[in-house]
């Protein structure tokens, strides 16, 4: 958190001891690019400034692909199939 600057809108962090550790960065951003570009400064100004970090380096700085988990999530929540409402009339022109 001390290595993030205001611009970077850091909300919080999270990190998973591993292996590999993982550090989670949350930030308020306005788009995906824009919140990949300040974790990537928040990470690497924090291994240029803090010597615990020495020897340290970046294996992968961006997004985790999420969608498979919030598809199990669906699926495990309703029963049917992952449909959380029922479909349009297929008899109709709602499709």
């Given at each position: 958190m001390s290595?993030?600057?205001d611009e970077d809108?850091?909300?919080h962090v999270m990190?998973?001891?591993?292996?590999?550790?993982?550090v989670g960065l949350f930030l308020a951003a306005e788009s995906?690019?824009?919140?990949?570009?300040?974790?990537?400064?928040?990470v690497r100004r924090a291994l240029d400034r803090r010597p615990e970090f020495a020897g340290t380096s970046v294996v992968f700085c961006g997004t985790p692909f999420l969608?498979?988990?919030?598809e199990q999530l669906l699926t495990s929540a309703s029963?049917?199939?992952g449909l959380l409402m029922t479909p349009p009339d297929q008899d109709s022109a709602e499709r």
């Open positions: 290595c993030a600057t809108r850091l909300e990190v998973h001891a591993g292996p590999p550790p993982t995906l690019e824009e919140a990949e570009r300040a974790a990537c400064g928040v969608a498979p988990y919030y029963p049917g199939g």
